[in-house]
């Protein structure tokens, strides 16, 4: 059974920093796109950061673009979000999702829920 499991998020204040993880069971990161998407309420979901973990090509999201940095552990078969300079727009639910597609930078973009797993997500909130 394939499961994404989230963790890192909390509460921070504006400025400050968290890292969220995504580990898979029963699923290998190997040469699959792994992407964060966030929603928050009221609001539709955006795709935060992608990576194609076969090449390690990274896609960014305009909002969050030299803020955030995504990264892979391979042997720990889990992908990182370091989220600096947070801000309060920040704050929403990320969710971690995983693909075969090597259409990475374009399922950041229309952040669909129609491909791969997904996990439950971790809340994440950014006061002024």
């Known amino acids: 059974q394939v499961q994404l499991v989230e963790s890192g998020g909390g509460s921070v204040q504006a400025g400050g920093s968290l890292r969220l993880s995504c580990e898979a069971s029963?699923?290998?990161?190997?040469?699959?796109?792994v992407a964060w998407f966030r929603q928050a309420p009221g609001k539709e979901r955006e795709g935060v950061a992608a990576i194609y973990t076969g090449d390690s090509v990274t896609y960014y999201g305009g909002s969050v673009e030299g803020r955030f940095t995504i990264s892979q552990d391979k042997v720990k078969n889990t992908i990182y979000l370091q989220m600096n300079s947070l801000k309060p727009e920040d704050t929403a639910m990320y969710y971690c999702?995983?693909?075969?597609?090597?259409?990475?930078?374009?399922?950041?973009?229309?952040?669909?829920?129609?491909?791969?797993?997904w996990g439950q997500g971790t809340q994440v909130t950014v006061s002024s």
């Open positions: 029963g699923y290998s990161f190997s040469n699959k796109c």
């Open positions: 999702a995983a693909d075969k597609t090597t259409s990475c930078g374009a399922w950041l973009i229309l952040a669909s829920v129609d491909l791969g797993y």
